[in-house]
């Protein structure tokens, strides 16, 4: 069993920064990657950015240069630093781990995290 843990949402003016962290408790494991999609009210879900874990990383467009991820492997834990939000990064905030190597490969899920950006 794992679950995973979010927090770091909230409100925030356009141009401010927000910090969000995913941490993965219950049955010990390396993810094969984590990271974050994000669903604005209306839109599609979309992958915000993703780790895996050799560290490699891979980010949405329009996202480049304003998030960092980043990951701990040793407490299983992703993280998403925003900066320069804008009012289009609104909507619910979800990560994700991947696990590669167990039977099914299955692919775990924060509770999601809403994050507002007002103009």
């Known amino acids: 069993q794992v679950h995973l843990v979010e927090s770091g949402g909230g409100l925030v003016q356009a141009g401010g920064s927000l910090g969000l962290s995913c941490a993965a408790v219950g049955r010990s494991f390396s993810a094969n990657a984590m990271g974050w999609y994000r669903q604005a009210p209306g839109k599609q879900r979309e992958l915000v950015a993703t780790?895996?874990?050799?560290?490699?990383?891979n980010y949405e467009d329009s996202v480049k240069g304003r998030f960092t991820i980043s990951r701990d492997n040793a407490k299983n834990t992703v993280y998403l630093q925003m900066n320069g939000l804008k009012a289009e990064d609104t909507g619910v905030y979800y990560c994700y781990a991947w696990i590669s190597y167990w039977p099914g490969s299955p692919t775990y899920w924060g509770q999601g995290t809403q994050v507002t950006v007002s103009s």
């Open positions: 780790i895996t874990s050799g560290g490699s990383t």
